[in-house]
Structure formats: C-alpha cells, structure tokens
C-alpha cells in the first residue's frame, strides 16, 4: 500500500512539474520576443545588434537603438537619411509618416540595383528619449512589394526590446 501511495505522490509531483514548466515556458515565449511583422521569425545572431527576423523569401527586419547624437529632432534625421540614401545611389520611391509609441516617426522606402535584381529597402526611425530607434527592411523589390503593407504598418508596432 506504501508503494502505491508513493507512486501517486511521485505521479502528483511529476505532473506538477511538467505544468509549471509549460506555464513558464509559454509564458516566456509570449513576452520574450518584440513585436516583428507577420511571417517573420526573430533570430539571434552576435553581428545583429538588436531585433533580426527573416521571412521565408529572406526580406530582413531589423530594429535596433542608436544614441540620438547630435540631438536633433526627427526632420533632421530624416533630412539627413534622404541626402545620405540619394548620395549613395538609392531612389526615394516614398516618404512615410508614422507614429510609435506616440512619438513622430517617418521612413524612406529606397531601390537600387545589386546585379541583375533591383532591391527595395525600408529604413525608419522615431526619437524615444536620448535614443533613436531605427528600422529597418530590405529585400528583392518583387517580394519586397508582397509585404510591403505588412511592414509600413508595422513602423508604428517595432520595437527593439
């Protein structure tokens, strides 16, 4: 009768383990990863600095924080990405306007050729305090433009923790 008793007990505990560790481990997986667009899974990689995701046609998404340095408003940066983007050889195909965490933001959507294929490349950013979080999102212009909706609505939603 003992034995049966510790069975039960051990059959008990066992089961109370296994249900602590699935809440804690779904737990962790709701809150641990930011938010990433549809489609795309978050990867961990030492040269990322800050969030990576990838999506099965290999368009990238990152986000990550910078040091707002010279502290500047929002147009300066903007201003300034354009005359960096256009002086590097990319087109502006669009300018957006977003808000992120109720802070202004804006985006420069860009394409340049690499070879044979024509790029399109996403690159955002909004001020939060002393920092400046920059996004961005790059890919082949043809599956660039199958997401591109998911990813301009998603400037409002990225964050980099």
């Not at 008990?12 to 938010?35: E, N, R, T």
């Not at 354009?82 to 087109?91: D, E, L, N, S, V």
């Amino acid at each position: 009768m003992k034995a049966a008793i510790k069975i039960s007990q051990w059959k008990k505990s066992f089961a109370s383990a296994i249900l602590v560790g699935l809440v804690l481990l779904l737990g962790s997986c709701a809150s641990s990863h930011p938010w990433v667009p549809a489609g795309f899974a978050v990867y961990h990689d030492l040269k990322c600095n800050g969030v990576c995701a990838v999506n099965p046609e290999g368009i990238t998404w990152r986000v990550h924080q910078d040091k707002d340095q010279p502290k500047a408003d929002i147009h300066f940066w903007k201003e300034a990405m354009q005359k960096r983007m256009t002086g590097a050889g990319y087109r502006i195909l669009d300018s957006i306007s977003f808000t992120n965490n109720a802070e202004p933001g804006w985006a420069l959507v860009l394409t340049a050729p690499l070879g044979q294929v024509d790029y399109t490349y996403l690159v955002g950013a909004v001020i939060h305090g002393h920092e400046l979080t920059v996004i961005e999102a790059a890919g082949t212009s043809t599956d660039f433009a199958k997401h591109r909706e998911n990813m301009v609505a998603g400037l409002s939603k990225a964050t980099s923790n």
